[in-house]
């Protein structure tokens, strides 16, 4: 035990003679190197206003997928999430009656088939017999009442003849009505879609026209949008596209008006505005809740930044902005914005909630990867447009429109 803890007592004191490695602190030589970086310039220019509303996703298409005949449940493997391609078996319902019923039916159609072939015969026999006699009467070797005994024979061969035909093609149809009956015991998908929920299980007894399933598609969703009516004449102009955000997902969507429901809402003086967009990932989902900004057709000044800005965080939408005396003392600033509704197709109106963004603030667009913490050193690959305050954050011919909202 003694020589433990000398062990013990000189490993403290070994420890104790090792020198305290110093930190480097974000900034001092033993930091980061400046962060490379582009920067472009925030403008503030007159751009058609938004409105804020707020609206839900709805199903494109939804059904309430009922059997067209009665019949024990034998199979339903669809559960609820499942994704069914259109003309999937969704449930099968047991058609044994059905095919007894649809054997003794065929049986039917053999024997109507078979009393035709043997009206068809008598009917030759007939006007054989109606041949042979007026060959006789020619010669007066058969009488007046011989020959329209024979004619009559042949009318009343024809009249069995069109019966039994008649019998033959009803059987034929009753048995092609089985054949269908038996068709609708296997219930399809008519559409591709997911399963909403399933409302019967196996064993269980469908009635004619019961539901079976609610099938759901979502490959392609509408999004109605609750539109004061003073806006609806600017929202859903000619070609207007509008932007909107999903809340749950944290992701802006774009899509085009596809129509305006023609009775609003008396209380709030709103108009159902419907987008239709294809959901092709499905993110966007039935009952969820969106915020859209639509154009209400009045200018106004607005402060845009450059879309590759932009960066996103648990706390939402911020930017970096370039900060500094001159282009060689510059760091990298954070500042939080709200995003309003997109301008052309490269740049942002927002509003600032928090830090240095302003009119002709430049801003970091390329390399934000580098930028470890705030306050980071910057080092701008393009200082020439530090000295423009005009320098375009987009191409030539930038629409000055809202074309986005």
């Known amino acids: 035990m003694t020589r433990q803890i000398q062990h013990l007592a000189a490993l403290v004191a070994l420890v104790a003679a090792c020198p305290i490695a110093a930190t480097a602190q974000p900034g001092s030589g033993g930091g980061p190197p400046p962060a490379h970086v582009r920067i472009a310039m925030t403008t503030m220019e007159p751009v058609e206003q938004h409105a804020v509303v707020t609206g839900s996703v709805r199903a494109w298409r939804e059904s309430r997928i009922a059997a067209r005949e009665a019949g024990r449940?034998?199979?339903?493997?669809?559960?609820?999430?499942?994704?069914?391609?259109?003309?999937?078996?969704?449930?099968?319902?047991?058609?044994?009656?059905?095919?007894?019923?649809?054997?003794?039916?065929?049986?039917?159609?053999?024997?109507?088939?078979?009393?035709?072939?043997?009206?068809?015969?008598?009917?030759?026999?007939?006007?054989?017999?109606?041949?042979?006699?007026?060959?006789?009467?020619?010669?007066?070797?058969?009488?007046?009442?011989?020959?329209?005994?024979?004619?009559?024979?042949?009318?009343?061969?024809?009249?069995?003849?069109?019966?039994?035909?008649?019998?033959?093609?009803?059987?034929?149809?009753?048995?092609?009505?089985?054949?269908?009956?038996?068709?609708?015991?296997?219930?399809?998908?008519?559409?591709?879609?997911?399963?909403?929920?399933?409302?019967?299980?196996?064993?269980?007894?469908?009635?004619?026209?019961?539901?079976?399933?609610?099938?759901?598609?979502?490959?392609?969703?509408?999004?109605?949008?609750?539109?004061?009516?003073?806006?609806?004449?600017?929202?859903?102009?000619?070609?207007?596209?509008?932007?909107?955000?999903?809340?749950?997902?944290?992701?802006?969507?774009?899509?085009?008006?596809?129509?305006?429901?023609?009775?609003?809402?008396?209380?709030?003086?709103?108009?159902?505005?419907?987008?239709?967009?294809?959901?092709?990932?499905?993110?966007?989902?039935?009952?969820?809740?969106?915020?859209?900004?639509?154009?209400?057709?009045?200018?106004g000044p607005s402060l845009l930044v450059p879309r590759d800005a932009l960066l996103r965080d648990d706390a939402g939408w911020f930017v970096y902005t370039a900060t500094g005396p001159d282009v060689e003392s510059m760091l990298a600033i954070p500042a939080r914005v709200e995003q309003l509704f997109t301008v052309g197709s490269r740049r942002v109106a927002v509003r600032v909630i928090s830090g240095p963004l302003f009119p002709g603030a430049p801003v970091v667009v390329e390399g934000n990867e580098r930028i470890l913490f705030p306050s980071q050193p910057l080092r701008i690959t393009n200082p020439a447009d530090l000295a423009r305050p005009d320098a375009p954050a987009d191409g030539p011919g930038e629409a000055r429109r809202g074309g986005g909202a």
């Open 73 to 299: 449940v034998l199979v339903i493997d669809v559960r609820e999430g499942d994704l069914i391609e259109q003309g999937g078996v969704l449930a099968t319902l047991d058609d044994a009656i059905l095919r007894i019923e649809l054997d003794a039916a065929r049986a039917g159609v053999r024997a109507a088939e078979g009393a035709v072939a043997e009206r068809l015969a008598n009917l030759s026999k007939a006007e054989r017999d109606l041949d042979r006699i007026t060959s006789l009467r020619a010669t007066r070797s058969a009488s007046q009442n011989e020959y329209d005994d024979a004619a009559t024979e042949v009318e009343r061969a024809r009249a069995a003849l069109d019966q039994a035909r008649a019998h033959a093609e009803r059987d034929r149809a009753v048995v092609q009505l089985l054949e269908s009956r038996i068709d609708d015991m296997t219930i399809h998908a008519p559409f591709t879609g997911r399963v909403g929920a399933r409302l019967i299980d196996a064993g269980e007894w469908a009635a004619q026209g019961a539901p079976i399933v609610r099938l759901v598609a979502t490959e392609t969703v509408d999004v109605w949008l609750d539109v004061p009516q003073q806006h609806v004449a600017a929202a859903t102009r000619a070609g207007a596209v509008i932007t909107f955000e999903s809340p749950a997902l944290g992701r802006t969507f774009e899509a085009p008006v596809a129509g305006v429901g023609p009775v609003g809402d008396e209380s709030a003086r709103t108009f159902p505005v419907r987008l239709t967009l294809d959901s092709d990932d499905e993110a966007l989902r039935p009952s969820m809740n969106v915020v859209a900004r639509v154009p209400v057709g009045v200018e």
